[in-house]
């Protein structure tokens, strides 16, 4: 009789070869996707500090032309090699479906928020930065959110609610 698996078997030994519990693969995303969001947004703070502002917003809505598109990209996937400290087929294959997955991710939140308009209609490189700035809490929000806890960052000036009597 076969016997029937869920699991692939590649995937089943791969999970035992490296010894690691499924809880702790959370820890080691979280990582591989924070490193991604700060590759790319070095990528962008540096093309909007050269002026090119209308680029990002062209890249980010998939308007740009292929070549800059290739190049931003490939910008962005030798920062985050330099970041995660892996190397070869591994950091290739981690770099192949992470980064494409958090640039996506940055597309949806610029979409709902209305960046790119923001980011077209103002002329000064300060302002650009802080609406990037603004866009990459967006996404890590989105990618690392904290469910259950209730914790939220609270503006400077805002109150502080009342604590519980113990």
Do not use: C
Request: positive net charge.
């Amino acid at each position: 009789m076969k016997k029937l698996t869920l699991l692939p078997h590649f995937l089943r030994t791969a999970g035992q070869l490296t010894g690691m519990a499924a809880w702790q693969t959370g820890r080691l995303f979280r990582k591989a996707a924070a490193s991604a969001l700060d590759s790319i947004q070095d990528v962008l703070r540096a093309e909007v500090k050269k002026g090119n502002a209308k680029l990002v917003a062209d890249f980010l809505t998939d308007k740009a032309l292929p070549t800059a598109r290739t190049l931003l990209l490939e910008r962005m996937a030798a920062r985050m090699l330099v970041r995660l400290g892996l190397r070869g087929a591994l950091a290739s294959n981690v770099i192949g479906w992470v980064l494409p997955f958090v640039v996506e991710q940055m597309v949806k939140v610029g979409h709902r928020t209305g960046f790119f308009e923001k980011i077209r209609t103002h002329d000064t490189v300060q302002e650009g930065l802080n609406r990037l700035e603004e866009l990459k809490q967006a996404v890590w929000k989105r990618l690392a959110p904290d469910h259950g806890t209730g914790a939220e960052v609270l503006a400077d000036d805002e109150e502080l609610p009342r604590q519980l009597p113990a």
